[in-house]
T-cell receptor, first 118, second 112 residues
Framework: DAGVTQSPTHLIKTRGQQVTLRCSPK?????VSWYQQALGQGPQFIFQ???????QRGNFPDRFSGHQFPNYSSELNVNALLLGDSALYLC?????????????????FGPGTRLTVT | GNSVTQMEGPVTLSEEAFLTINCTYT??????LFWYVQYPGEGLQLLLK?????DKGSNKGFEATYRKETTSFHLEKGSVQVSDSAVYFC???????????FGQGTRLTINP
């Protein structure tokens, strides 16, 4: 059973460029959340996708956008990159079962994508 | 808003020592509480969880009890090993698996 996978592993971009990061959730999971982890800090919630819609959003500017596909995989896009966007970007998956209203308590994290903006 | 505060690190211990990492939280309602561990170069792994007051989460010799009266969720282990060296994050979620709020992390180093 494959866990959460992310690509690429590392990425180097220049200020002003745009970047797309990808995430495939754990098998059986339908909800994807994205987090930004700056060096030496705890992860910060960016947004969450379920049923191909953004359901919750943290305090991040509109330069950060996302998408979820019918197969539950997800992309994180960041436009007009700033030096301060350099971080480890983590994807986490979980599941929600509308029938019975069951939502898992755990989020399973991928290994992350290390983005460096120069 | 919701927040989590962890004891400042780094923490350095000798093998077989007793470990406590303090965590307190501020939240409305009844959050679920978690401890995650991050090994060098890796993502976060769920270590243990508690979903209601007085619950005790446990895994791999680690334990933490959800204390609503003191809004705390301290992580403990009776005898640490070198392999426990990692960064530990306390986190809360106010609605099941929605939006985790993390503490700043505590780096733990265990010396042989």
């Amino acid at each position: 059973d494959a866990g959460v996978t992310q690509s690429p592993t590392h990425l180097i971009k220049t200020r002003g460029q745009q970047v797309t990061l990808r995430c495939s959730p754990k098998s059986g999971h339908d909800t994807v959340s994205w987090y930004q982890q700056a060096l030496g800090q705890g992860p910060q919630f960016i947004f969450q996708y379920y049923e191909e819609e953004e359901r919750q959003r943290g305090n991040f500017p509109d330069r950060f956008s996302g998408h979820q596909f019918p197969n539950y995989s997800s992309e994180l896009n960041v436009n007009a990159l700033l030096l301060g966007d350099s971080a480890l970007y983590l994807c986490a998956s979980s599941f929600f079962r509308p029938t019975g209203g069951v939502r898992s308590y755990e989020q399973y994290f991928g290994p992350g994508t290390r983005l460096t903006v120069t | 808003g919701n927040s989590v505060t962890q004891m400042e690190g780094p923490v350095t211990l000798s093998e077989e020592a007793f470990l406590t990492i303090n965590c307190t939280y501020t939240a409305t309602g009844y959050p679920s509480l978690f401890w995650y561990v991050q090994y060098p170069g890796e993502g976060l792994q769920l270590l243990l969880k508690a979903t209601k007051a007085d619950d005790k989460g446990s895994n791999k010799g680690f334990e933490a009890t959800y204390r609503k009266e003191t809004t705390s969720f301290h992580l403990e282990k009776g005898s640490v090993q070198v392999s426990d060296s990692a960064v530990y994050f306390c986190a809360l979620s106010d609605r099941g698996a929605q939006k985790l709020v993390f503490g700043q992390g505590t780096r733990l180093t265990i010396n042989p």
